[in-house]
């Protein structure tokens, strides 16, 4: 008898994980998407919607899938109308190409919403779930402790731990989705203690690291997902005891949580210390209080002690709160001035948890105006970005409404929304109580919550776990394992399936093309044109194949293909500015004025905020390339004889080296003007080098950078000069002896203290000195040579406004001379290094400045100097093997060969680039230093070449890159 109760007890635990099964697959499938940066690409998710539906279709033909519950059904009913009207907006949809991709994305999270209410209906099978979304969470989570103990500083952004993609809000969904899954765990009494200590530190782990994102999104959401959680439970002091044994460590930890140092690797490995002891001291106060309490048995004195400690934990808190706060009515009213001015003042809080800064209250202010002008139907799936970009007060350029709520009034109409809201919202109406309730609830409500603040639901590494655990929820864990579908349920299920299939395979096909013409632009433009008109055949609705395919024909030098192209992406897509900008761009190629103007006049509807549009009008002749420029200071083939004859067979018509004003004068000088004075020690080989760069047809440009310590009072060369005039006295010196260089700049990358020192004062302090150094060397140096050009500026991309690093847009805002005037200068230098590919629309991101960024740039410049100064890229590139300890990001060989064709067009598009230099024609060998037991690269490798002289893919995108104007310019 024994022996038949232990058989059946085994076959119903398969029964159960067979059911399990394809829920617990789907939960896997989104981990795997969250380390292929939480599958944004739609190259990956479109996988995943062939796949997950296809298995679906496999199972109902096959008959595996159990009888869907009752309770389940309305919600399927309303989600499968919420995906059917997406897919119906394609219709009227103000951008067609997005609305498909986005309708077949919906679809794909219907599915798994399907999936998790039909397969984890069963109480056993909804545990099993949760319990394969705790695993990820835990996965993420201790691989996120791995790679801070890594020291490895790109994995936070701005101060916000960014792993394992690259959105630090999204990073936080996916540790706190799992962290009340935790908790119930960690409170179940069918686990021994010990595993419930593990359970407890694990979500507590979870919490710690999530809270570095520094989410406040996230955080309000977990915090109300664990109150669902206990108020779920039956019986719900174990819960409630254990959330307090969790979330004490962590709030204790809380302000050294926000506040981590990010920028060392020390500092990294201090917050992996940190995270480790906070889960630790939580797994252990679990497993005590487990054991106390497994012993004690749940007795209401223990109840409520409990109710009773949270509610002074909770009132200690509200109390410490106001007492830090001096004006707590004043405090809230600056958070809401943060959160609804667009000319909002500087935040005033020391963490962003508690700032309210953002541009949501925008974002759902032109979604509300979106759902005024087409309140029935909304402006279309995944349409968000054509209002927004119509209506927008600040300069971001954003496809989503962050906020599914918001987004769907926008996209979808009142209709749209109210599905949306049926769908979501009916797993927490009338639930069932089960054992898997308090699971289910907690995790859903994170969902819930956090979607309505952010666009967690549209990253699919997100959705798929959230949409599981929603589904599961709303089937109220009442279904039977033993009773299947019936015939008719299977067949539409099956038939449904396979039509996301059918609709899923040319989107995934055209993403792949699209990749596949990126990956091969730079170095075979052709192949790269027909992969892109295979994308636009799979994908009929979409510009985007017209556009990139439009760029491509430009870089094959086919400017009429250019043109027709773009023609095509404007009749695709008329509310597109994108596609009517790619057809600017192609007339002027062509000299074809009048259909620029007409683009124009479109782009100044659809986008007016645009700045090559808003303050740049006038079409004078198709745009220039700018001067093609190698900055390298070492021009040596591998024999070691100088590599001119190399730049000039690449089509560089520009050079730039530095010149050291510390090595050369490291004595006063008594006439510093005269380059003959004896305390100069001019260098022999830079004599030789400029010789021969000019003898093979290219301009050498030097930057003077570096001050003796006789100038600086002692100090190392960092330090600017005491005396400008000292600094201005050289460069003349410098002027005359090196006849051949007409274009000087004056110092690199002054933003940095590793190259300019003292900087500081909230950002004031390096840009004041500065300028008073450049407008100094701009007379001198203008006194002595009538067609010299005095290159100003010559910022690095990121800065912080402290005493390390200056921020660019705070330095260009602040090199002011004592008057108030801005120093003189002939060009405007920048080093707009970037880790993002280059994409005009993308927007400016706090303390940064890099090649996307530059039309903003030109207005500024513009603002401030009337005769318009052009710009001047000194150094530009992106490293390929590695990144090293002055930039921390790398991209594959092919990716550098694409990126530098598409980053050369761009600068010809804003047509005010005077000068592109790449740096460096050849990597420097590897070299490495230890920093705090880690290994970190110093050598730079953005070359065109390997050390060993072997060509990159980007040594022929460069050679193709055109060499600017016959003539120099000024």
């Known amino acids: 008898m024994m022996d038949d ?111 998790g209410s039909i397969y984890a209906a069963r109480t056993a099978s909804a545990i099993a779930l949760c319990g394969a979304i705790a695993a990820t969470g835990a996965i993420v989570a201790v691989g996120a402790v791995i790679e801070l103990a890594r020291g490895d500083v790109s994995a936070f952004v701005f101060g916000r731990f960014s792993w394992p993609i690259a959105y630090p809000d999204g990073v936080a969904a996916m540790l706190f989705l799992p962290a009340p899954i935790l908790l119930v765990f960690a ?84 917050v992996a210390i940190r995270v480790v002891i906070i889960a630790l001291v939580a797994g252990v106060a679990v497993w005590v209080g487990a054991t106390w309490l497994s012993r004690a048995g749940s007795t209401r004195r223990i109840a409520r002690a409990t109710l009773v400690t ?69 402006v279309g799936a995944g349409a968000f970005s054509v209002p927004w970009f119509r209506y927008r007060q600040v300069d971001e350029s954003v496809t989503d409404a962050h906020s599914a709520l918001f987004g769907s009034l926008a996209e979808l109409g009142i209709p749209g929304a109210v599905l949306l809201v049926g769908f979501l919202g009916l797993p927490f109406v009338r639930r069932a109580r089960s054992e898997a309730t308090p699971y289910l609830a907690g995790a859903g ?22 949409m599981l655990v929603l589904g599961a929820g709303c089937a109220g864990s009442e279904g039977r394992s033993d009773v299947l579908a019936g015939r008719r349920t299977r067949l539409l299920l099956s038939v449904g399936a396979l039509a996301v299939v059918v609709a899923a395979v040319p989107l995934y096909l055209a993403a792949q093309r ?18 892109s008109r295979s994308a636009a055949r799979f994908s009929p609705l979409d510009a985007a194949p017209d556009v990139q395919g439009s760029a491509i024909a430009a870089i094959a030098d086919r400017p009429r293909d250019a043109l027709n192209l773009a023609r095509d992406a404007v009749r695709r897509e008329p509310d597109s500015w994108a596609a009517w900008l790619r057809l600017r761009t192609a007339a002027q190629g062509l000299g074809l004025a009048g259909v620029a103007h007409e683009a124009d006049r479109h782009i100044a509807s659809l986008n007016p905020r645009m700045p090559l549009i808003a303050h740049d009008k006038q079409i004078v002749r198709p745009p220039e390339a700018p001067t093609k420029c190698l900055a390298d200071p070492r021009p040596f083939e591998l024999d070691g004889s100088l590599a001119f004859k190399e730049y000039a067979s690449l089509g560089v018509r520009t050079w730039v080296r530095p010149l050291s004003w510390a090595d050369v004068a490291r004595s006063r000088p008594l006439h510093p003007r005269d380059p003959n004075d004896p305390a100069y020690r001019w260098s022999p080989f830079v004599q030789q080098e400029l010789d021969a760069a000019v003898a093979a047809g290219i301009e050498p440009v030097m930057y003077i950078t570096g001050a003796p310590m006789w100038a600086n009072g002692g100090r190392i060369r960092f330090y600017a000069p005491n005396d400008p005039n000292d600094f201005a006295d050289f460069a003349v010196a410098a002027v005359l002896r090196y006849h051949q260089v007409r274009r000087w700049q004056i110092w690199s990358e002054p933003t940095r203290s590793n190259s300019f020192r003292p900087q500081g004062g909230g950002g004031t302090t390096a840009p004041r000195l500065y300028a008073r150094i450049l407008d100094a060397a701009y007379g001198a140096m203008h006194g002595v040579r009538a067609d010299v050009v005095v290159i100003g500026g010559n910022m690095h991309p990121n800065g912080r406004n402290d005493d390390g690093t200056t921020a660019p847009a705070t330095f260009l805002e602040n090199m002011r001379l004592p008057n108030g005037r801005p120093p003189r200068l002939d060009l405007f230098g920048i080093n707009p290094y970037s880790e993002r590919r280059p994409d005009i629309t993308l927007p400016i991101r706090p303390g940064r400045l890099d090649i996307n960024d530059l039309d903003w740039l030109l207005v500024q410049v513009k603002a401030i100097y009337p005769q318009r100064p052009k710009l001047f890229i000194g150094e530009f590139g992106w490293l390929t093997e590695h990144g090293n300890n002055g930039w921390y990001w790398s991209v594959s060989r092919t990716q550098q060969a694409t990126d530098l064709t598409a980053a050369y067009r761009l600068a010809t598009v804003l047509g005010r680039v005077d000068t592109f230099c790449w740096f460096l024609l050849r990597d420097r060998p590897t070299t490495s230093i230890t920093v705090d037991g880690a290994k970190v690269y110093t050598n730079w490798t953005s070359g065109l070449e390997l050390p060993d002289g072997a060509h990159k893919p980007s040594y022929d995108a460069f050679k193709a890159v055109a060499s600017g104007p016959d003539q120099l310019r000024p």
């Not at 949270?310 to 830090?324: E, F, I, K, S």
């Open 5 to 115: 109760t232990g058989s059946s007890s085994r076959q119903r635990s398969l029964a159960v994980a067979a059911l399990a099964a394809p829920p617990i697959a789907i939960a896997l499938l989104a981990l795997l998407l969250a380390f292929s940066g939480g599958g944004i690409d739609p190259a990956l998710w479109t996988r995943y919607a062939i796949a997950i539906p296809a298995g679906l279709a496999v199972l109902a033909i096959s008959g595996a899938v159990p009888a869907i519950s009752r309770r389940a059904l309305p919600a399927l009913v309303v989600a499968c109308a919420f995906a059917a009207w997406s897919a119906l907006s394609l219709t009227w949809s103000e951008a067609p190409g997005a609305t498909s991709g986005v309708a077949l994305r919906t679809f794909l999270l219907v599915t798994a919403f399907a999936v």
């Open 187 to 270: 409170a179940s009494a069918r686990i021994r203690p010990s595993l419930r200590g593990v359970f407890g530190g694990l979500a507590a782990l979870n919490l710690a690291v999530g809270l570095l994102s520094e989410s406040r999104g996230g955080a309000l959401a977990v915090g109300l997902a664990f109150a669902v959680a206990v108020l779920t439970a039956r019986p719900r002091t174990p819960v409630a005891l254990t959330a307090l044994l969790v979330l004490a460590p962590v709030g204790v930890a809380l302000p050294a949580l926000a506040h981590p140092t990010t920028d060392t690797t020390t500092g990294l490995q201090s």
């Open 310 to 378: 949270w509610l002074v934990l909770l009132l200690g808190a509200a109390g410490g709160a106001v007492a830090r706060t001096s004006d707590p009515i004043g405090f809230v009213h600056g958070r809401w001035v943060e959160f609804s001015r667009v000319d909002r003042p500087a935040p005033t809080t020391d963490t962003r948890l508690l700032s309210a800064a953002s541009n949501r209250y925008e974002y759902w202010r032109v979604a509300l105006r979106a759902t005024a002008d087409h309140p029935l139907t909304g």
């Open 445 to 466: 409500a994170y969902a819930l919550i956090h979607s309505a603040v952010d666009w967690s639901l549209a990253i699919p590494a997100l959705g798929l776990p959230a």
């Open 514 to 531: 699209m990749d596949e013409a990126d990956v091969v632009a730079g170095t075979n433009p052709g192949a790269a044109l027909k992969f």
